[in-house]
């Protein structure tokens, strides 16, 4: 591809996200296709010459587009959002015209020390100490990992990855049923297995921890030959946003010797609103803390903020220094892929630096203030309608409902949740509260405003009078 042609098309590419913004409250929220059906649409082997951009991007739109769910659609209501605010986007555009690969301070200077900057922007926005540092990782998932892999390296003074675990005994892993599914699979990957990840029950409203069944599942493991590693205490969890009692968590883990890992994937970025922090009362205790600025925040995916009390710790659990990627002559720099266990890194930090800059924390604390108050507001609307029942109170902006009708409660609201994403003005997702099947919402689209919170309540009511 020319210079020209690549003008033309980068230019082509950019007016198309802007229509394609513009165009989607017209749209289904929900792919509406059936299974196999793009694939269908697509050749069975590689084309032998090459085609022209014009029939490539006319076939992005027609075969493509049709099978896309709309996650910036402004109500987009299901799991947890994966927002891009455009100007995100735009320094995306810019991420990949440089396209760096910004694994060591050398091979992008501006990358990682714009990295160490954006993270202490966010540790100051959401109220962390000064003595925790960052980084950035792609998800959630890999900060846990790291974690997970420290939590099981402390444990066993630091000879886990020197001798494996089979020379090792078993190491323990603690959390509640309510944490995310990514910490089953840290447990997975780190060696550590699913029968050590010790499952806690939960008490009270928010679904805490019991911390005395903590204490008392360490101890007894303790007397049992195994090794207690670290807890995993979540702060928003993605079923119904449970929330542990971070400050009792800690107490316990300090009393017990234990690392604290606390995953608040989604909520974290309600912090940057003072009111909300008793949800994690005593984070400042943790040993590890992550949040996804790529869920509320706006950031394009991937971009996951993972907070350190010491980072030493985790370099010593995943970094090696071939000499082919040490870095001579600069004292004192970071080589971020020390810190994570992919060696290449995206220039992520630039999108962070942009959003921040041009919507300042008061513009993404009114968001999220809004998104918080029309999702109570919601909730109070169906709960005075007939046959509808709050499951679970909101947390920050989610909340769980139930509609009653027919003989069968779960298979009704499946039944609801399958109509009300088949009609695609709102896109909502089920869970299992206590067993039974209840209906989630949570509102957090960067666009979304209050007649979108108004949709919802309208079509959530209409559909219901039809599902039998």
Known sequence: MDEATFRHWS??????????????RDRPVRAQTEAGEIAGQIAQSPPEAGEAMERIFEDFEKVIMPGMTHWQHPRFFAYFPANAAPVSVVAEYLVTAVAAQCMLWQTSPAATELEAKMLDWLRQAIGLPADFSGVIQDSASSATL?????????????????????????????????????????????GIGEENLVRIP??????????????????????????????IACT???SVGACDDIAEVVRVARGHGLYVHVDAAWAGAAMICEEFRPLWQGVEGADSVVFNPHKWLGAQFDCSAHFLRNPDDLVRSLAIQPEFLKTHGQDGVVNYSEWSVPLGRRFRALKLWFLL????????????????RWAENLAERLRNEPSFEIVTEPVLSLFS????????ADAHNLALVKAINDDGRIYLTQTRVDGRIAIRFQAGQFSMTQDDAETAFKVIVELSKKVV
């Open 236 to 238: 928003g969890g993605t």
């Open 401 to 408: 409902f139930r509609h009653a009708g027919g003989s069968d």
């Open 11 to 24: 230019a082509r590419a950019a007016d198309w996200g802007v229509d394609y913004r513009q165009s989607l």
């Open 202 to 231: 939960t008490v009270g409203e928010r679904r805490a921890m019991d911390c005395v069944a903590l204490a008392a599942a360490i101890e007894a493991d303790r007397k049992a030959g195994y090794v207690p590693a670290g807890i």
């Open 146 to 190: 790291a974690a997970v892999l420290v939590m099981r390296e402390k444990a066993l003074a630091w000879n886990g990855n020197r001798a494996g675990l089979a020379a090792n005994p078993k190491v323990r892993v603690y959390s509640s049923d309510q944490v995310h599914t990514s910490i089953d699979r840290a447990i997975w990957v780190s």
């Open 357 to 372: 800059r041009f919507h300042g924390l008061s513009g993404l604390r009114q968001m999220i203030r809004n998104h918080v």
